[in-house]
């Protein structure tokens, strides 16, 4: 009975926290509705914030269906258990152990719908905006490893997203030295900065464009002081020059750009 209370207010709680989602993601539809107006965003865009939107009302109305049907499945259980209790004898002992066995039952439906649940929330490792959404129809079936969306981080730090080849994933760990050189249109004067391997990905992926698998690695910039701002733009190319012992690795942000020059750096 206990179990069974905790797990209708977690799904209460899930239910809020879509309710929150879908009021920040139409007060984004109302924003782009007024950008679209004025010519600044295109109207796929807002369709795919609205399908968006439409499906996370869909995951809410359930998620509150099933919190209905657990209270009323607790209220059920608490009945049942006062009338067994009231009985007395072997026959109250018996009709408690088939309670008790109902019980464990909806515990573990109730468990099975809230792992459910928690497979449809998707959660960014930074806060941002939507730029592209890759997938836009409700129920449809993602592959492993294949990007949902971009996301253009809001927050103060600057991160480069550098592909790594399988054979060198093994090398890259999570708090490794790198070096980010920003493509500046001229390569003698591209800036180089300091960065830090911030995280790894656990999963190989698919460059949709070249076919080839790929290990995602992301690599915070640690200053930018002095950087002219046109350099720092989301979606600008970089080179990223991973330090690991012997070797030195580049990885390229979205596309390869040419590192012929840029020298080695070995320990």
Do not use: C
Request: proline share 4%; net charge positive.
């Amino acid at each position: 009975m206990v179990q069974l209370g905790q797990d209708a207010r977690g799904s209460t709680a899930q239910s809020t926290a879509n309710a929150e989602q879908l009021e920040l993601l139409e007060r984004e539809i109302r924003d782009t509705e007024t950008l679209v107006e004025k010519g600044y965003a295109t109207r796929p865009r807002l369709l795919a914030l609205q399908r968006a939107a439409a499906q996370l009302r869909g995951q809410l109305e359930s998620t509150n269906s099933q919190t209905a049907r657990s209270r009323a499945q607790i209220t059920e259980a608490r009945i049942a258990r006062s009338q067994v209790e009231r009985e007395g004898g072997v026959t109250a002992a018996d009709a408690l152990r088939s309670v008790q066995s109902e019980l464990v039952q909806l515990t573990e439906k109730l468990s099975a719908a809230r792992e459910v649940l928690a497979r449809k929330r998707i959660l960014a490792p930074v806060d941002g905006i939507v730029v592209a959404l890759a997938v836009t129809t409700i129920g449809g079936v993602v592959r492993p490893g294949e990007a949902l969306l971009d996301i253009v981080p809001t927050s103060q730090r600057l991160i480069v997203e550098a592909q790594i080849t399988p054979n060198h994933a093994d090398d890259v760990r999570r708090g490794q030295k790198a070096f980010v050189r920003l493509e500046a249109g001229g390569f003698q004067m591209a800036p180089v900065l300091e960065g830090v391997v911030r995280n790894i990905s656990a999963d190989a992926l698919v460059d949709q464009r070249t076919g080839e698998r790929y290990f995602n690695a992301s690599v915070e910039i640690l200053s930018a002081k002095g950087v002219p701002e046109r350099l720092l733009k989301p979606g600008l190319p970089a080179a990223v020059m991973v330090r690991t012992g012997q070797r030195t690795l580049f990885g390229y942000f979205l596309e390869p750009i040419s590192v012929a020059s840029f020298g080695a750096m070995r320990e």
